[in-house]
């Protein structure tokens, strides 16, 4: 196989919009748990966020745990359904959308990776990173060819015949990342994707996320209590309180600054 050169992204219109996802007004609530029947409380998680998410972007998110940034990544990703508010990826309202269109919409569209890769034990990290194509009805042959592409970019070459019980936990999130990219997504949803590695193999995978941003032109949101790739990337929006503000370098919270070697 010649060297892997990654699909040129889609080219856009001159017209095209920069901005790639918003959020409006977007607001998620639970039922207080043992709450007595006719009880209004509820516990909010999100409270009226306004957000926008340009093409190409790489945003961190960062917070506390327990603040629902899981839960914010979910329900922009549309995982999960908003209490309220809408969903905007390409203009398209996404939670408008009948469920079968709203499914096809998310494999077509985006991307996910999770801290725990997901990947099924039965399968190679070939057939791994093909099951997105076969959904889409792509035939068996084609989605292999794509699978291992997209594995012999992220570093895989030789390994698209292991199994997950077979590879290390970095080499098993690259097949997760290779995944999530088969059909060329607009965005990629990362909730702690490194938050299961060793520092070692966390800063390889962290490279690798802002290299394919820089050559597919992919949008990455990342929830992350990694305070390296958070920096690392381009813009870092912080969650508390249930809503989210943009936070510069200069004034990031302390729990959220890169450490700074002793003097």
Known sequence: MADPTPPTPPAQSEDATPVLLEARALSKSYPVPG????????LVVLKGIDLVIQRAEMTSIVGQSGVGKSTLLQVLGTLDQPSSGQVLIGGVDVFSLPPARLAAFRNEKIGFVFQFHHLLAEFTAAENAMLPLLIAGDKPKRALEVAAHHLEFVG???RMRHKPGELSGGEAQRVAIARALVRTP???FADEPTGNL???TSDEIHDL???LNGRLGTAFVVVTHNVKLAWLLRRHLLLANGVVRELRDDEAPEEFLPKRDAA
């Open 198 to 200: 060793d520092t070692r």
């Open 186 to 188: 607009d965005i990629v």
């Open 209 to 211: 996320l802002v290299d």
């Open 35 to 42: 709450r007595k029947a006719g009880d209004p409380r509820e």
């Open 156 to 158: 895989l070459k030789d």
